[in-house]
């Protein structure tokens, strides 16, 4: 009886294996992804981080379509982000530069150019540009995930 219990204690404490992180393709490259899905995901965004690896990025997600404006609070190194319709299809890229040292109100912003935003991607500096991802192009993986309203 004692041994059953403390087996059944020892499987129990066993870490659990974490979870892949989700996988879109753009053009033919895999590209792994943090969800950042509700309010307090997507403030903290990629703060306090002091690189992201190449082929990783983060896909906002916002419960509907709207203009959408960035900032580079807390982050050590430039982005480029992806504005993208709920539709999947990228509306709008801008390259966001990291300004450290600088309080958040004089932080520069980085708005949409259109109000169809639902999802915004971000990858490291140079990542789009590499991966040919251009404004017109539909990452329909996208849709996969939602955020609640």
């Known amino acids: 009886m004692i ?3 403390l087996l059944s204690v020892a499987i129990s404490a066993k870490p659990k294996a974490a979870t892949p992180a989700p996988v879109i393709d753009v053009h033919h490259t895999a590209l792994r992804l943090e969800i950042a899905d509700n309010d307090s995901l997507r403030e903290r965004g990629l703060s306090k981080r002091s690189n992201l690896a190449w082929n990783r990025g983060m896909l906002f997600v916002f419960p509907s379509e709207q203009e959408r404006t960035f900032w580079m609070i807390d982050c050590s190194f430039d982005l480029d982000i992806a504005f993208l319709d709920g539709n999947g299809v990228v509306q709008d890229e801008q390259t966001m530069v ?3 040292g600088v309080s958040p109100e004089n932080l520069r912003r980085y708005p949409s150019a259109t ?6 991607l971000e990858v490291n ?3 789009l540009a590499a991966h040919a991802l251009r404004v017109g192009d539909t990452l329909r ?3 996969a995930w939602s955020a609640p309203r």
């Open 98 to 100: 990291a300004e450290p």
């Open 115 to 120: 109000d169809h935003v639902q999802y915004a």
């Open 141 to 143: 993986a996208v849709k």
């Open 125 to 127: 500096r140079g990542w």
């Open 3 to 5: 041994w059953t219990l």
